[in-house]
Structures are given as C-alpha cells and as structure tokens.
C-alpha cells in the first residue's frame, strides 16, 4: 500500500473512531443531559485504551460487570487530565458501567485502533479524552442557585422557590442537605450527621437521613415504595420516622404509605413547610426577621453541601 493510501486509511480509520465516541455521547443523553457518571466512564474507558490496546473484556470488567478504575481510581484518573478530583468521586450507577461496556463494545476493545501507528493512536485517544474534559468542565463551570427573594412574601413560598428550582437538577440533593442545615440550625447543641444524598441508608448502615433520638428524618424528592418499606421497618423497631418530601409529592406518598398500612403510624410532612415554620419559629424566639434566619439556614446548607457533594453549583445564593 502507498504511503498516501495509508494516511487516508488512518485518516479514516480517525474519523470513524470521532463518530464512534459521538454515536455512544449521543445514545448516552438521557432526558436531553448527559450525566456526570458516562463522562467519567468514558475517560476510563479510554484511558484502559491508552494503557493497554486491543483490552479483554476480563482485564477491565469485574465479574459484577463494573469498568476496573470507575470507583477507588476515579479520581486519580480524572486529575490525570486536568480534571478537579471533586468532579466526581466514584461511577456507583449501574447504567454508568452498562454505559462503559457499550463504549469498549464500540471500538471492539480497541482491536479497530491497533491497526494504526501507536503515536498515531495515542494522539487519538487524548484528542477523544479531550472531548469528554470539554463536557466535563462545562458542567464544572454551571452557576450556582441564585434566588431574587421578595421579602414580603411567606416563607413557605421562598423554600417553595429553592425546591421547585432544584427540581430536576438535584436528584434529591437540595432537599435533603436543606433539611439537614434547618435541623442543624434548630438543634445547636446536637450534632446533626452528614452524609452524601445519594449514600444509601445500607451503604451507610444508618436507619435513615437523619435521627435525633427516637425521630428518624427520611428525605426524598421523589417518594417510593423502598422508602416507604424502610419507615416501616423503623416503625416496628419502635422508631417514630418522618417522611419529608416536596408538597407536590405529598398525596403520592400518603397513598404509598396507606399501601404498606403505616399511614397511621408515620408522619408526612412537606419540605416547604418543615423548613418554613422553623424560620417563623426561630425568628420569633430570637427576635429576628425571617429573612435573616433564612440566610443562617442557607450558610449552613452550603457550608454541609461543601462538605460532602460533588456538586457545589448546587450552593445556594438569596438576595
């Protein structure tokens, strides 16, 4: 072969590769997003190409089916490329290892790219890690919650504001670190835990959210029959939980909790008015304005959320 039919076949076999990691971004968008856990994934995949090309399957799978470096590694990885290790700590989705499967799939476990120069290769590989670093510092870049606050409405209505806002952004996050900030404010002297919203109550070996002795705080943007069952659960252990959920979310978890036959036994309270009365209450002992004790809130809320999340353009900004 020429060495001009050679450098279009590479040149192609360039572009195929291009289209290949855009076919699997494009396959990858859910809900018009494409998350954190497949651009994570995806650097890990190709950099297992980098370091080893053609890859088996059972050099970077786990038996669990999990990519090898998506958890313990991550980090390491991703500040290899210039990446904040606080993007994110670790892939836990299973789509997110489902989604890394399929990018190994695609390029046939590097066998395409063995047909080019190594130099050749390599260049290419850091070109697609680059592409993936671009998205990655798009959603690095995105601005925090900022809330123009009219100070004349009820304070129901401004917590109402941040939960709404935070819909679809958070996953449960907001709503669970706002909880954890109000009772952080209301109780002083006990020390309020503080876990990542997505750690599973088993993960954590915990019997929910929050507990202040007997009281057990379940949080949840969007009730299920899992959280239901674990109140349950708390019941007869002789706990007395609370559901929080969004106020738009309160029948469906009345008739989930009527289900499991605990709708007698479990308090359901909406966010909106959990944190709200707490404003109106601290304020009044104290002799503050709602506005001021909302903000105390909010400083703490932020203070937590930096603490434990990733996602620190979740922070949160009244004025």
């Given at each position: 072969m020429s060495n001009d039919l050679k450098?279009?076949?590479?040149?192609?076999?360039?572009?195929?590769?291009?289209?290949?990691?855009?076919?699997?971004?494009?396959?990858?968008t859910r809900n018009k997003k494409i998350a954190r856990n497949t651009v994570a994934i995806g650097i890990v995949v190709l950099d297992h190409l980098r370091c080893t090309?053609?890859?088996?399957?059972?050099q970077v799978i786990s038996q669990g089916g999990e990519v090898s470096g998506a958890r313990s590694g991550l980090r390491t990885i991703l500040e290899s490329y210039d990446i904040p290790r606080t993007y994110l700590k670790e892939v836990t989705t299973r789509q997110g290892h489902q989604d890394g499967q399929r990018l190994f799939e695609q390029f046939e476990w590097g066998r395409t790219l063995t047909e080019m120069p190594a130099e050749t290769r390599e260049e290419l590989l850091l070109e697609l890690i680059a592409d993936l670093r671009d998205l990655a510092n798009k959603w690095l870049q995105r601005p925090n919650l900022r809330f123009d606050i009219d100070r004349r409405q009820a304070p129901t209505t401004w917590v109402n504001i941040i939960v709404e806002n935070a819909k679809g952004r958070s996953g449960g996050v907001v709503e669970q670190q706002l909880v954890g900030a109000k009772l952080a404010r209301r109780f002083k002297g006990i020390d309020i835990p503080n876990h990542p919203a997505h750690a599973g109550d088993k993960q954590t070996e915990r019997a929910g959210d929050f507990a202040i002795s007997h009281l057990v705080y379940h949080v949840t943007s969007a009730p299920s029959r899992d959280v239901l069952q674990k109140c349950a659960q708390n019941i007869k252990a002789g706990l007395l939980p609370l559901l929080l959920i969004p106020r738009e979310q309160e029948n469906?978890?009345?008739?989930?909790?009527?289900?499991?036959?605990?709708?007698?036994?479990?308090?359901?309270?909406?966010?909106?008015?959990?944190?709200?009365?707490?404003?109106?209450?601290?304020?009044?002992?104290?002799k503050k304005d709602f506005f001021s004790v909302l903000k105390e809130i909010l400083k703490l809320y932020n203070e937590r959320l930096a603490e434990v999340e990733t996602?620190?353009?979740?922070?949160?900004?009244?004025r």
């Open positions: 450098a279009a076949s590479v040149e192609e076999m360039k572009q195929q590769s291009r289209r290949t990691l855009n076919e699997w971004l494009e396959s990858c090309c053609p890859a088996t399957r059972e469906k978890a009345r008739i989930l909790a009527q289900d499991e036959g605990i709708d007698k036994d479990l308090t359901i309270i909406a966010i909106e008015d959990f944190v709200a009365l707490n404003i109106i209450e601290l304020a009044t002992e104290e996602d620190l353009s979740l922070r949160i900004e009244v």
